[in-house]
């Protein structure tokens, strides 16, 4: 299943979180569900929630301007739709594009995702040393796109979302 939206009270957005944690936010009162999926509910005793799409935090939480989404490896892999950067094929690792034992740093721009084997067949070198060839090039999203990534949102899915999210995510998004 996918993840949900998480707003600020302001009604900016701030993270994704589970379905889970979203409903368990929602029956803590802590969060109340601005959009549901259509027709699906979560039930237990005594109690039923439908199943968010976004959420809004009943209180506001200040949160630090970021200018630059924070590196993470299941960012890197996301980034990359979990594909290798050098087959194609599904990509269950991160690969340094400079080694780290040469001063790689751990960073958008260092780091591809890879198929372990490819991962293994690099080594310790370059692709250009490796004789391997970049299917794409690494960028950094901006903190938006981050959190676009993070949905894992599609088309539709954008539409439906898109009076939630800020102007630029939701065209980067769509593209």
């Not at 589970?18 to 969060?31: E, G, I, M, N, T």
């Not at 027709?39 to 039923?48: D, E, K």
């Not at 391997?132 to 690494?138: A, H, Q, V, Y």
Request: one cysteine or more; proline letters at 7%; charged letters at 20%.
């Amino acid at each position: 299943m996918r993840n949900t939206l998480v707003l600020n009270a302001s009604y900016e957005p701030l993270t994704t979180v589970s379905l889970q944690r979203a409903v368990v936010l929602v029956l803590q009162d802590k969060a109340v569900v601005e959009q549901a999926h259509p027709l699906r509910t979560v039930r237990g005793t005594g109690v039923s929630v439908p199943l968010p799409r976004v959420i809004r935090l009943q209180r506001y939480v200040r949160v630090p301007f970021r200018q630059r989404a924070p590196w993470s490896r299941r960012g890197v892999l996301v980034r990359d739709q979990h594909l290798c950067a050098y087959c194609g094929r599904r990509a269950t690792t991160v690969d340094h594009l400079q080694p780290k034992s040469r001063g790689g740093a751990d960073s958008w721009l260092n780091t591809v995702a890879a198929c372990a084997e490819d991962n293994q067949r690099k080594a310790d070198r370059t692709p250009e040393q490796a004789g391997m060839r970049l299917l794409r090039k690494p960028f950094e999203p901006t903190p938006q796109a981050t959190l676009m990534l993070a949905l894992g949102l599609r088309g539709s899915d954008v539409r439906e979302l898109a009076a939630w999210l800020p102007p630029a995510a939701s065209m980067t998004a769509a593209a």
